[in-house]
């Protein structure tokens, strides 16, 4: 090989490389910002259930409003590798589920098919 072709190959090796990490990279940092919605959406119906729960007129004149006594900040957050394995637990019992319904359906299907041609033999057809 010639030094400008050995210089070609590790040069697209190096930009491959670095773009594939990139994209990575940046669905990673996506998922995790997708994820910080989430969080904050959970602490600002919590922080909206305490404000509604202390602003709620009494229904007896005897009884205060209740008022929000959980924690005022936002949930910890769970690793990205601890969600991963969720998703790939919950994505390997789908696709399971999804392969015993269809085996159960080509039973099915089979045991319509053997019928008919019982039918058809028992009428001479």
């Not at 040069?11 to 594939?20: D, F, H």
């Not at 936002?74 to 790939?88: F, G, Q, V």
């Not at 319509?112 to 057809?125: H, N, Q, S, T």
Request: no cysteine; glycine share 4%; net charge positive.
């Amino acid at each position: 090989m010639s030094r400008t072709a050995k210089s070609f190959l590790v040069a697209s090796i190096a930009i491959t490389t670095a773009t594939v990490w990139g994209v990575h990279f940046i669905q990673a940092r996506e998922e995790e910002a997708m994820y910080q919605g989430v969080v904050k959406d959970e602490a600002r119906m919590l922080a909206r259930a305490a404000r509604n729960s202390s602003t709620a007129p009494p229904t007896n004149a005897t009884q205060t409003p209740a008022t929000y006594t959980g924690p005022t900040v936002a949930p910890p957050t769970i690793p990205l590798s601890a969600r991963r394995a969720e998703y790939s637990r919950n994505l390997a019992l789908q696709q399971s589920l999804e392969e015993e319904q269809g085996m159960e359906r080509a039973r099915k299907e089979k045991e319509a098919y053997e019928k008919d041609r019982e039918e058809v033999r028992r009428k001479g057809l």
